[in-house]
């Protein structure tokens, strides 16, 4: 199995920055895309921001030129760093990643456990 330990979330003004991190472990043959989804109170969750294996990233329209993901493959680790962010960025980010656990299996979705970011007014 893949384990994902997000870390970096918090409390922060309006207008400040975050920089969440997640690391994947355990039994990984491959990853593919890394990502960072997010759900705030009472909504349904959302894709913030995607890297695939090659680079290639995509984000929410909402996040595009605040924020920005990248990973170190080396390490198996995402990071998304957030600027400028808005209490309406607000919510519970997920990370998650899309592997394979052996080389004869399929890629499956795995999910990290979620970490909270509040921006204030």
């Known amino acids: 199995q893949v384990q994902l330990v997000e870390s970096g979330g918090g409390l922060v003004q309006a207008g400040g920055s975050l920089r969440l991190s997640c690391a994947a472990s355990?039994?990984?043959?491959?990853?593919?895309?890394m990502g960072w989804y997010r759900q705030a109170p009472g909504k349904q969750r959302e894709l913030v921001a995607v890297?695939?294996?090659?680079?290639?990233?995509n984000y929410a329209d909402s996040v595009k030129g605040r924020f920005t993901i990248s990973r170190d493959s080396a390490k198996n680790t995402v990071y998304l760093q957030m600027n400028s962010l808005k209490p309406e960025d607000t919510a519970v980010y997920y990370c998650?990643?899309?592997?394979?656990?052996?080389?004869?299996?399929?890629?499956?979705?795995?999910w990290g456990q979620g970490t909270q970011v509040t921006v204030s007014s």
């Open positions: 890297i695939t294996r090659g680079g290639s990233t």
């Open positions: 355990g039994t990984i043959f491959s990853i593919n895309a």
């Open positions: 998650k990643t899309v592997a394979k656990t052996d080389w004869r299996t399929a890629e499956y979705d795995y």
